[in-house]
């Protein structure tokens, strides 16, 4: 069972930056996902376990960018040019790799789930 630990969320105005960290030590192709208050869960990025190949949702594409320090076991999310429709609680998964090359898009597709981390960005 791993468990992952998430940090780094807090509150920003419109325009700024935050950087959100998952700690998950194995081998393991992760996910940031998001949920906005009375919206369902959606996907934000995803990487695979080799850090090679990644893919973010075209809301958030060029202004998020999903990474990982194998050395740390820790994935981070950039995120850069926040909006308030950004504001969510965001959620770090992540599954067992057996291909190194590949990501998750579906929120189905993970096994482990941390515990929430919220974003809130102020116009």
């Known amino acids: 069972q791993v468990q992952l630990v998430e940090s780094g969320g807090g509150s920003v105005q419109a325009g700024g930056s935050l950087r959100l960290s998952c700690t998950a030590s194995?081998?393991?192709?992760m996910g940031w996902f998001r949920q906005a208050p009375g919206k369902e869960r959606e996907f934000v990025a995803a990487?695979?376990?080799?850090?090679?190949?990644?893919y973010s949702a075209d809301t958030v594409k060029g202004r998020f960018t999903i990474s990982r320090e194998t050395a740390d076991n820790v994935v981070y999310l950039q995120m850069n040019s926040l909006k308030p429709e950004d504001t969510a609680v965001y959620y770090c998964?992540?599954?067992?790799?057996?291909?190194?090359?590949?990501?998750?898009?579906?929120?189905?597709?993970?096994?482990?789930w941390g515990q929430g981390t919220t974003v809130t960005v102020s116009s």
């Open positions: 194995g081998r393991y192709a």
């Open positions: 998964a992540a599954r067992t790799a057996r291909e190194t090359e590949t990501f998750y898009l579906n929120d189905s597709a993970y096994t482990y």
């Open positions: 990487l695979s376990w080799s850090g090679r190949r990644a």
